[in-house]
């Protein structure tokens, strides 16, 4: 059984918007192939290690399957076949980010997850149209920090949309 | 202090949803030639009782529906005037308005007004003319009398338009006006007025009603005897206005006595002889009108009569049960779900542990499992409710459709205290409104058809709820003409569909559940278009039940309907394909064999048939299917397990059976999606997910395989 | 020590309300279902103020007034009847019963509350 690397405990709204209004936002860092991204930590509920999926049959190839997470079932999604980057591993590095999102948990395979970074408003630039693995219309600026870029994403926006295929495209 | 009251909404809302379901029950199963006072009381106490709760929270649609509805109630248990067949019909129609207004209250839609007036009309009509006949038959209703009109002026209200508008019907002479109280401006007091007219009542009341405080206003045509106008009763008449004391009850803090006290209330000087009867009291308390007073001994009497052996048929038992949230339940359903789970996961570990620990180790788990099954029963059954719930709809389904059809059908229910998980109730309610609807438009025969047949007139349809083994058993039943074999093959064959007549009766039978089949020679609109016994059958199926036909021509049909108990747990049959474990509901499992290589064939193309006892079903291999690679090579080495749902058969070729289980349904929808051909995951014994199989959709599947898509 | 009023209702929501009402202002509130609910309730506990209903299954709210009057402690205790009609007829049952007043329905808190302080202060 994997426990739990960290455990981010949800923040309320409140402490968000506390922390925008400050200035400040933070973003949990992660790699996928040569790009480091960022996600707003609040989306965050746990990062875990890749065990036991169980596969569904007929699924794009990038779900992986579904896993147990005490109690209720998790897709996993792997965005390094979703975006096509590097050689694709399952070990004991091997990461999973839980997120929970507006109306669901689900579980993304990523490189590895580098850090928690605060970024003040003058850090985050305006997305440029540049050629990332993820569409840029999921990508919301641009974290520049010494000689780190990070790239920003909704996430919340990029697990939704419909190349997905977490959510029944329409209702049948 | 201010209270707020719509934190008492919910409360009321049940008890009222429960107050008009009881008085269904009740009016459906009165019998209107020898009505019980049992069951007038309790019809009265019902909507009474919503009545109270809907002006107490401000719900005035429903208190002036229920006042109508009170009103004839009241006359009808004081037997004023009998009970006719239309006046029940005229009181579910009440009912249905209020269950209406209710369910807008509700937030569930839309009251609708017209009709809330059209049923207040129809009550005030009944009571008005059959009241008149019973209590009054010498007097023409348009004579002149002497009406004695007391109330209390709503504060702020004029009385004078009030004098001048009753001025104009007759002679009006007032008797008392409310006295001016120092400092006490703006108080209601009482008015008593005397009007000699030869208008009816109720419009007397809409004109004082107007200015006057709610509930204060009091009509009669006997004069007030002198006894009442006598200190006592006049002090306490005063007090008219939503409250008053018939002593004083404390002298020091409320020095005022009887008519000081304000308008709304007074204070009776004299208390009662402590154990004064009804009978004892009444000529020193006589009320001023002279009917009320009889109304009074007959209600009392009445009530004597229910004291000896109320049916109490409302159940609201305040002490007894509690009220709780289904969200509740099911998260406690969920967290024993994970117990059971990590219970079979210990289990699992300890199996591998050695030495004099181990047995030790293995008497607590041994325990634990025990009172983990326990746990899972228990909460289980919070989610059961008696079958009634569902069967409680059907009297009123039953007069109405047989009304409209012109025939007599009596219901009889069977078993209805079978309890069955909240889930499957919801779900069967549907498919059991069908299933009687049919027996009632095509089963039972028009009373002369059956008279000639040398049958009673009267049909009957039976519902019947029992267990069976794991299994809830509801069957549909009637005493009709039953299903007729050469019409069904005959409707069969003009649709186009593969009949013979060397089928067995049971396979024509099942030929009604085909879709777009229909026995019916018309088109009604009871039982619908033909579209529906279809749909019935696979809701049934879907809930991973079935549906089983039997019929014996001229003498009538029998649909039996087999439900699981729960839908939150499943009896499955683990089984392996290649390196994973999936799920089959034994619920569809037929048999489960090897088979002998001869009974397997190619079908030129299209794939593979096995033989089994003489019939030949399509092989579905479960590795192809789920997209695996299977261990077996070839199919002889492989395991069929044979699954059959909605009528059809084929054989699920899997590589080995690992076990059977008491699985935990999960949803896979919650974080994912819906997936074809899988019902739902489910968490094992080691603690990876393992997928249910959706069998009723393979099956479709296999015999129309463009429609996986849709 | 807190006054304990004990009100008698079939209906789940008015007992509610009542019992609601009465507590935020400091009773203490004793519910039963129904007439015979509500005896046994008063002969298990001292009662300062009996409220209740007419018209309940088992036993109706007349005849519990009759049956506590024979009742040494509740000989002179205050009982109100709560009642829907402003009729004359049922106000005089309530009296002939022996109840030292009554309420009509519907009332709202305050009125409640205002006769409950008029009683038992």
Known sequence: ?172 | MTIDISRFYQVFFDETAEHLANMESLLVALDTAAPADDDLNAIFRCAHSIKGGAGTFGFSDMAEVTHALETLLDKIRKHETAVTPPMVDAFLRAGDVIAGQLRAHRGEGEADPASAQAIRETLASLCGTQAQAASLPARSPAAARTLHISFCAAAGASSDNLLAELGALGVLEVVKRPRARKGRAGRPGQWRLALVTDRGDEHIRDLVEFVAEQGSLALSEAAPSPETLAPPAAASAEADCGYGFFDDPAPPAAPAAAGEAGGSYGFFTELPEPVASGADGTPAAHPPCGRRATDHLQSDAAIAGRRQGDKTVVAANADSSIRVSVDKVDKLINLVGELVITQAMLAQTASHVDGALMERLQDGLNQLERNTRDLQESVMSIRMLPISFVFSRFPRVVRDVAAKLGKEVELKTVGEGTELDKGVIEKIADPLTHLVRNSLDHGIELPEVRLAAGKSARGTVTLRAYHQGGNIMVEVSDDGRGLDRARILAKATERGMAVSDAMSDQEVYKLIFAPGFSTAEVVTDVSGRGVGMDVVKRNIEAMGGGVEIDSVAGQGMRISIRLPLTLAILDGLSVRVGKEIYIVPLTYITESLQPAANDLRTVAGSGMTIRVRGEYLPVVSAARLFGTSAEANRPEQAIMVIVEAEGARMALAVDDLVGQHQVVIKSLETNYRRVHGVSGATIMGDGRVALILDVAALVRHTRNPQRLAA | ?121
């Open chain 3, 1 to 121: 020590m807190a006054k304990t009023v004990l009100a008698v209702d079939d209906s789940a929501s008015i007992r509610q309300m009542v019992a609601f009402t009465l507590s935020s202002a400091g009773y203490q509130v004793v519910e039963a279902v129904d007439g015979e609910d509500g005896l046994a309730k008063a002969k298990a506990m001292p009662v300062n103020l009996v409220l209740t209903d007419q018209n309940m299954p088992k036993m109706d709210g007349l005849t519990l007034i009759k049956t506590l009057r024979t009742l040494p402690q509740y000989k002179a205790a205050p009982i109100l009847v709560l009642t829907t009609e402003a009729g004359d007829a049922m106000k005089m049952a309530g009296r002939a019963a022996g109840a030292t007043g009554w309420l009509v329905k519907p009332f709202d808190p305050p009125k409640l509350l205002e006769v409950v302080k008029k009683v038992i202060g």
């Open chain 1, 1 to 172: 059984m994997n426990q739990p690397i960290t455990a981010q405990p949800r923040a309320e709204t409140g402490q968000h918007a506390l922390a925008e209004a400050v200035g400040g936002r933070e973003f949990l860092t992660f790699r996928l192939g040569a790009e480091e991204y960022g996600i707003d930590i609040l989306k965050v509920q746990e990062i875990r290690g890749y065990d036991a999926v169980t596969r569904i049959a007929n699924a794009p190839e990038f779900i992986k399957g579904v896993t147990n997470l005490r109690g209720t079932i998790v897709p996993i999604v792997d965005l390094r076949i979703k975006f096509s980057l590097g050689n694709v591993d399952y070990d004991q590095f091997t990461v999973v980010i839980i997120l929970n999102l507006a109306d669901r948990v689900v579980g993304i395979v990523v490189d590895s997850v580098s850090d928690v970074l605060s970024l003040a408003a003058e850090h985050i630039r305006p997305a440029p149209q540049f050629g990332s693995a993820v569409d840029t219309r999921y990508v919301t600026g641009i974290g520049a920090l010494a000689e780190r870029m990070l790239i920003l994403v909704d996430i919340e926006q990029l697990m939704s949309g419909a190349d997905m295929g977490l959510v029944d495209a329409t209702l049948q």
